[in-house]
């Protein structure tokens, strides 16, 4: 399922990621690797706050349904 998709409080596993090369490493950059734990904290006007290997980033829903999980 994509991570768009996720309720607050819930983790997961990255099983893949979707998109241009340059998507993906720009993602991967940011920590979003397959294999890794992915939490989403909260959800604010359509963007999504995430936990992913201790650190927390913003991501918009458009962004996160590229995410696999």
């Known amino acids: 399922m994509p991570l768009s ?25 940011l920590g979003f690797i397959v294999g890794s734990t992915v939490t989403v904290v909260s959800e604010i006007g359509g963007n999504m706050i995430l936990n992913v290997k201790d650190t927390r980033i913003a991501l918009d829903k458009k962004m996160a349904t590229r995410i696999i999980v």
């Open 5 to 29: 998709v996720m309720k607050t409080g819930e983790k997961n596993t990255i099983k893949k990621i979707n998109g241009k090369d340059d998507t993906k490493r720009f993602l991967e950059s």
